[in-house]
Nanobody
Framework: QVQLVESGGGLVQAGGSLRLSCAAS????????MGWYRQAPGKEREFVAA???????????NYTDSVKGRFTISRDNSKNMVYLQMSSLKPEGTAIYYC?????????WGQGTQVTVSS
């Protein structure tokens, strides 16, 4: 069982920045595929970014097109943490942001953290 706990959400003006954090449990975190999703009011949950294990010490990051160049996903395996640095935020980025971890064939989710971008 993997537990994920997000933090760092809040209210920010358009054009501002936020950094989301996700703390994960487990002793083999370095091999987890980690990601961020978001769900805006009245919409389905959508993929934002992921950082996937390729081989020891090597990861691959990818992003949905709408956040490329503005968001950066990173991880600190020594702390079992994954981050989402969000810059140049837009009002359409208002959503609940969820941390996702994939361990083997099992998906784990955090409880979500609210991000509100005011215009």
């Amino acid at each position: 069982q993997v537990q994920l706990v997000e933090s760092g959400g809040g209210l920010v003006q358009a054009g501002g920045s936020l950094r989301l954090s996700c703390a994960a449990s487990g002793r083999t975190f370095s091999s987890y595929n980690m990601g961020w999703y978001r769900q805006a009011p009245g919409k389905e949950r959508e993929f934002v970014a992921a950082i996937r294990w390729i081989r020891t010490g090597t990861y691959y990051a990818n992003y949905t097109d709408s956040v490329k160049g503005r968001f950066t996903i990173s991880r600190d395996n020594s702390k079992n943490m994954v981050y989402l640095q969000m810059s140049s935020l837009k009002p359409e980025g208002t959503a609940i942001y969820y941390c996702n971890g994939v361990v083997g064939a099992i998906n784990y989710w955090g409880q979500g953290t609210q991000v509100t971008v005011s215009s």
